[in-house]
């Protein structure tokens, strides 16, 4: 591999696994003062429904949607504008929905959380834009500083509105981090919010790297939502699972895809790179899938019971978890291979191939927790359709990257 990638995804992996940390110490409080119980799932969902937006626009989306419009033209508030506004009108949409999905007082509690899009909608654009000068040691502490301030809160307070203030408060911390970072870095840019404004007509780009990318990254909260349903306890039970896969998905599974994205797009008219770099990393980020999902699979009650060994949660509470971990190991197999392949499918301009796997994966996703709704009602099962889901996704848009590789490797120079 790329000397200078390898080294940029060791650093950048260093700054994410302090944040993944900071997120498990998170986790660590809820279920020390929580447990599993009917707060600690109202607690979880505050803190993660927000990310039906955040993940919607999150810095992997943003850079499918930006980066060849940066290449043309550099002007790094206009994405800041067009960021803003898309996440005002999500936010909005959220509004009208909520009311579907919550009620009563846990309702009052998703809106306040959610207002906290707003600031990270200035995050996610300026962090893109420090993807594409490539300055990524920058930005891979944002998500511990956001951690750093829930930590705050629910250090000192059980209250839940003051715990939803809290995410805003530590949504703002973030941002105001990454505007001094990129002020030191040179970067400065004014926001216009009569622009913003204009900008409720976003790019044609955008929503397509929103729907094909996006959706995808919008199922694990889907799944909490129809968890809402389940015996109490299934939100954070699924919760705890899913922080324990999520840490090597983030540090070393997802961190390649995003960093070789911005190299490919620079490479693109050096067949011989592109395709050395493709190759590598596909055995890289296979050989890591595979290790982490071996590890889950026949070591979950272990690696639960370790990672939650000072919480207050009970031993039928941590096999419950621990089942749910393993049902998540195919999904650790193929979250790296599908964020890069998506990635490569956007550097040949095939976004409506990946449109088009990216819903039927969400509807899929769908379907399957429905299935699960009214047949099942067990968590551990949620999170095997999430596993199905990766794999369908997979085969999808593997299947499609095979017919497309004459454009990296330069046996066909066309992107037809």
């Known amino acids: 591999m790329n000397r200078t990638i390898a080294l940029t ?61 940066l290449k043309k033209d550099n002007n790094v508030s206009k994405i800041v504008e067009e960021t803003i506004a898309i996440n005002i009108v999500l936010y909005l949409i959220f509004l009208v929905f909520a009311p579907i999905f919550f009620d009563g007082w846990l309702l009052v509690l998703m809106n306040i959380a959610m207002a906290s899009v707003v600031f990270n909608g200035i995050t996610f654009a300026q962090a893109t834009y420090l993807s594409f000068i490539k300055k990524f040691k920058l930005q891979s502490l944002s998500t511990f500083v956001f951690n750093l301030g829930l930590i705050s809160i629910l250090s000192i307070f059980d209250n839940l509105i003051i715990i939803a203030v809290g995410v805003i408060f530590s949504s703002a911390l973030r941002m105001l981090y990454l505007i001094y970072i990129s002020n030191k870095a040179g970067l400065y840019f004014k926001i216009s919010f009569k622009n913003v404004f204009k900008n409720l007509k976003v790019s044609k780009r955008l929503i397509l790297a929103i729907v094909a990318n996006g959706l995808v990254f919008i199922n694990p909260i889907i799944d909490k939502i129809f968890l809402i349903s389940f015996p109490v306890g299934s939100v954070s039970s699924y919760s705890y699972a899913e922080k324990v896969y999520l840490l090597p998905v983030a540090t070393v599974i997802s961190i390649l895809p995003n960093i070789l994205y911005s190299y490919v797009i620079d490479n693109l008219n050096n067949k011989v790179n592109s395709y050395s770099l493709i190759l590598k990393s596909f055995i890289f980020i296979g050989f890591a899938s595979l290790v982490c999902s071996v590890i889950f699979y026949f070591f979950s009650i272990e690696t639960v019971t370790l990672v939650y060994y000072f919480s207050k949660i009970s031993n039928e509470a941590i096999y419950s978890i621990a089942l749910i971990l393993k049902y998540f190991a195919l999904a650790i197999l193929v979250s790296g291979m599908n964020s890069l392949i998506i990635k490569l499918l956007f550097a040949c301009n095939d976004d409506k191939y990946v449109l088009k796997a990216s819903i039927f994966g969400f509807f899929f996703n769908i379907l399957a927790n429905t299935y699960i709704l009214y047949f099942y009602k067990e968590s551990k099962y949620m999170a095997l359709t999430t596993s199905f889901t990766a794999i369908v996704v997979f085969a999808l848009i593997f299947t499609r990257l095979i017919i497309r590789m004459g454009y990296f490797d330069g046996t066909h120079d066309n992107r037809k």
């Open 9 to 69: 995804s060791i650093f950048v992996s260093l700054g994410v696994v302090l944040g993944r940390a900071a997120g498990y110490l998170r986790e660590l409080l809820i279920a020390y003062h929580f447990g599993v119980s009917e707060k600690a799932d109202q607690v979880v969902l505050i803190l993660t429904t927000p990310d039906l937006i955040n993940n919607i626009l999150s810095v992997s989306v943003l850079s499918n949607a930006f980066f060849p419009i």
